[in-house]
């Protein structure tokens, strides 16, 4: 891409970000074949990324980790990641095995930006660039991430209605460089509104937004196949807070009000890297973010610390360990 000098800031500030999409994005053909069981090493269609990625029927997970290599230079990989669902599942049991790599795209950034070295905050806010560039506009998508500067950033600018220009500026991103935080408020901008996604992608991320509740409360499908424990899949639809139209619902996304900004204090018996509650997952509208405790996991994805069980699940946080390990 060569931008043209006669051309303003914003003229090829759009004019990058559509390249980068014609480069990046992931596009749906209806003429293109999905093989239920493909080959090892087979390489995936477009078509067949969205369609594992999409097979539980809920929004997308991508998990985004950075890293520093040993020169210095910031890294970030973003994967695209599946549930592992086998044919005699008879609920969520995808829950409790590692998650399924389906793409991964990794960035290094040079060591200099501008007249600073590159961070890894900055790489794992890079990540979400990518993940926006990759995913299609109109499906809904849950980022998992054990960075809360690059969550609090999303967040934040999701809502910046709430902040004063000056605020924007000197405190929203000022902490991950400005024109890494200007690129994510461009395509955050982008988002599409309510009015144009379609009733399918309203009902992927309700459900997407009810399992984050459900994980929240740690009501997970047992390890075993108990036919007297609570059917989750059923618990999700016939949950009381559960709609199709949660979307229009306020207070079913509550998560994402101005006042959630303020981290909760825990108290020094909560301090466990092991939990998963209410205050780690931001209801964005088409998109959730996902906070995970890093390090749950060793690298050959067995837990670390004997007797602890991965929170919020196996899958999240082998996810999470998947872009941990392509990071470094």
């Known amino acids: ?6 051309a303003t800031m914003m003229e090829n500030s ?5 390249h980068l999409t014609s480069i990046l994005r992931l596009r749906q053909n209806t003429e293109d074949p999905i093989y239920a069981s493909p080959p090892d090493n087979y390489p995936l269609s477009d ?3 969205i369609a594992f990625a999409t097979q539980h029927e809920l929004p997308i997970f991508v998990s985004i980790d950075g890293s520093l290599t040993p020169d210095g230079a910031a890294t ?3 994967n695209l990641i599946a549930p592992d669902i086998q044919p005699m599942d008879i609920d ?5 095995r590692l998650a399924k790599i389906l793409l991964s795209r ?5 060591n200099q930006w501008g007249t600073g070295k590159t961070c890894i905050n900055m790489a794992e806010a890079f990540g979400f660039i990518i993940g926006e560039y990759t995913i299609p506009s109109e499906l809904p998508v849950i980022y998992i991430t054990d960075s809360n500067n690059a969550r609090t950033l999303q967040r934040n600018l999701k809502n910046k209605q709430h902040f004063t220009h000056r605020q924007l500026i000197r405190c929203v991103k000022q902490g991950i460089d400005q024109s890494i935080a200007n690129h994510l408020d461009l395509l955050t ?4 509104t309510e009015d144009q996604l379609s009733p399918h992608t309203k009902q992927l991320y309700a459900k997407g937004e009810e399992i984050c509740k459900v994980w ?5 499908l047992p390890l075993s196949n108990n036919p007297s424990t609570t059917n989750l899949a059923t618990a999700i639809e016939d949950s009381s807070e559960y709609s199709h139209r949660s979307w229009d619902n306020d207070d079913s996304s509550s998560d994402s009000d101005l006042e959630t900004y303020v981290p909760t204090i825990q108290k020094p018996a909560m301090k466990t890297r092991y939990r998963f509650d209410h205050d780690m997952y931001d209801l964005l509208g088409r998109t959730i973010v996902i906070k995970v405790f890093s390090h749950q996991l060793n690298e050959d994805y067995t837990v670390k610390t004997p007797g602890e069980t991965p929170k919020p699940n196996l899958f999240v946080v082998s996810a999470n360990q998947i872009a941990d390990n392509a990071a470094t």
């Open 1 to 6: 891409f060569i931008p043209k000098v006669t």
């Open 14 to 18: 759009e004019s990058l970000s559509n």
């Open 47 to 49: 078509n067949e990324i």
């Open 76 to 78: 970030v990989s973003v």
């Open 92 to 96: 969520t049991e995808w829950q409790h």
């Open 106 to 110: 990794s960035w290094r950034l040079p």
């Open 189 to 192: 901008s982008k988002w599409l």
């Open 216 to 220: 929240a409360t740690n009501k997970l």
